[in-house]
């Protein structure tokens, strides 16, 4: 493993002060919302390089960061959290490790580690978007910053798919991948900028990219930075197809198609359909359903990919049934989920995010993720109804809520976590139960009094 050089330490150690600096610049929600958005786009992939107690990686290093200098510089803002029932999954997802540990044998020093990464890398970037992005400014700020991310990264990801993947290597000293087999696609380079995979980008530029067509489609938005909103979505597509991350282009694609087609049905069955999709995928492949039909249609098109799609799920397949030999609670951490011969060599390969969650955490944690990520969409249908999403007032919470359902689906292929969604999650909670409590506000206010018809007296 290439060493890092000094940039990485000193990065890290600037981090922090940085953030109290946006805060008290910028105030504190951009504030927060720089430091999220900026540590996770240009802060380096550490993993296992710097030796920090229970912050292993980019992931909990900035959630962990942000969550507590937001605590000490702007505590009176937390205080005002209200608690709502989905904050059990978040509970769930931390107490989860602890009891895993303990009923596996490992420890209570084991379950409180577990559990404190767990917190930090699930439940902190949560509760922030909980606290800073529920109000209705806060989610605008949140989806028009989140373009503005998207956008910045257009011409380093034009650099790299030209130059080959290299800013990483040469900021930081190393790059993020073990081979360039990885980041090459279609005769030509995936970028992977200052994340760990180049699928990490597709899927933080594919969000960017649809949040940006949904606020310039509804008017929501008409410059991005003084730039057209119009041109700004055009680059974007443009340059998350130039990506090459097959899947970013299909939830991109799909996203459109389900945001125009809720606004032509006025109904949210397209909505419903695929926040629901990752719940019936899971049931459908925990009672033995193999996709044998899907790997049928690939073959008469793709062979090859065919042939990636049935080694993928034979592999998930062999760790499902060793998931399922501890359902509840899992097996904990340090590859203990993992399938092994009788040599002890380790003989499975996972690529789900979904089947790591069932095989670490158990269902217990599966659930509370998939809740986490699911619930504030179906909660915000029934307080902003779909026939309304395309209103500028609520296109922003739109975008973003079905940006979060589309990176939960992404989870149903790929072993990718972000701090960002988890907030953009948290915040689009905050705004449903915002959106429920002026509702019920305006429904228990007394109705002025009207006076009783004049009546004539006939004089």
């Known amino acids: 493993m290439p060493s890092a050089n ?104 084991e379950g409180a580690s577990a559990a404190l990464q767990a917190f930090f890398a699930w439940a902190a970037p949560y509760l922030v978007g909980r606290v800073y992005f529920g109000e209705p400014r806060g989610m605008r700020d949140l989806a028009v910053w989140l373009v503005g991310g998207a956008l910045v990264y257009v011409p380093l990801c034009l650099w790299e798919i030209r130059m080959s993947p290299q800013l990483h290597r040469q900021i930081y000293g190393f790059h993020t991948f073990s081979s360039f087999a990885f980041v090459v696609r279609y005769g030509g380079y995936r970028p992977t900028v200052f994340m760990q995979f180049g699928l990490m980008v597709g899927t933080f530029m594919a969000t960017g990219t649809l949040v940006a067509y949904w606020l310039w489609r509804t008017r929501a938005v008409t410059r991005f930075g003084g730039l057209s909103a119009s041109w700004c979505t055009a680059a974007l597509v443009a340059t998350t197809v130039l990506v090459k991350s097959t899947g970013a282009i299909i939830l991109l694609a799909a996203g459109i198609g389900i945001l125009e087609g809720t606004r032509w049905l006025r109904r949210p069955v397209l909505v419903l359909a695929v926040t629901l999709l990752p719940v019936a995928f899971v049931a459908a492949r925990l009672s033995g359903w193999t996709g044998a039909e899907v790997i049928s249609g690939a073959e008469r098109i793709q062979p090859e990919r065919a ?40 003989v499975s390969v996972t690529d789900s995010l979904w089947v790591i969650l069932l095989g670490t955490m158990g269902l217990v944690g599966l659930l509370s993720v998939a809740t986490l990520l699911l619930a504030p969409t179906l909660l915000l249908l029934g307080r902003a109804p779909a026939r309304h999403w395309d209103h500028p007032a609520l296109a922003p919470v739109a975008a973003v809520a079905l940006g979060t359902v589309l990176f939960a689906v992404d989870c149903l292929f790929n072993a990718m976590t972000s701090p960002v969604f988890l907030a953009m999650s948290g915040g689009t909670l905050t705004f449903q139960a915002a959106a429920w409590s002026e509702r019920r506000r305006r429904v228990a206010a007394p109705r002025p009094a009207v006076p009783p018809p004049a009546v004539s007296t006939g004089a």
């Not at 803002?77 to 895993?100: K, S, Y």
Request: aromatic letters at 12%; hydrophobic letters at 55%; glycine letters at 10%.
């Open 307 to 346: 042939d990636s799609l049935a080694f993928r799920v034979r592999n998930e397949q062999m760790l499902i049934e060793k998931a399922m030999e501890h359902p509840g609670l899992g097996w904990g951490r340090f590859g203990r989920s993992r399938v092994y011969d009788e040599d002890g060599r380790d």
């Open 6 to 109: 000094v940039l990485v330490p000193v990065a890290l150690a600037l981090f922090v002060p940085a953030i109290y600096l946006l805060m008290q610049s910028l105030g504190p929600r951009r504030g927060v919302l720089a430091a999220l958005l900026g540590g996770w786009m240009f802060l380096p992939v550490f993993d296992g390089r710097v030796n920090l107690p229970f912050l292993t990686g980019k992931l909990t290093f900035v959630a962990a960061t942000v969550l507590i200098v937001s605590l000490a510089a702007d505590s009176q803002r937390w205080l005002q959290l209200r608690f709502h029932w989905v904050d059990l999954a978040a509970v769930a997802i931390c107490a989860g490790p602890f009891a895993t540990a303990m009923v596996n044998g490992l420890g209570a020093y």
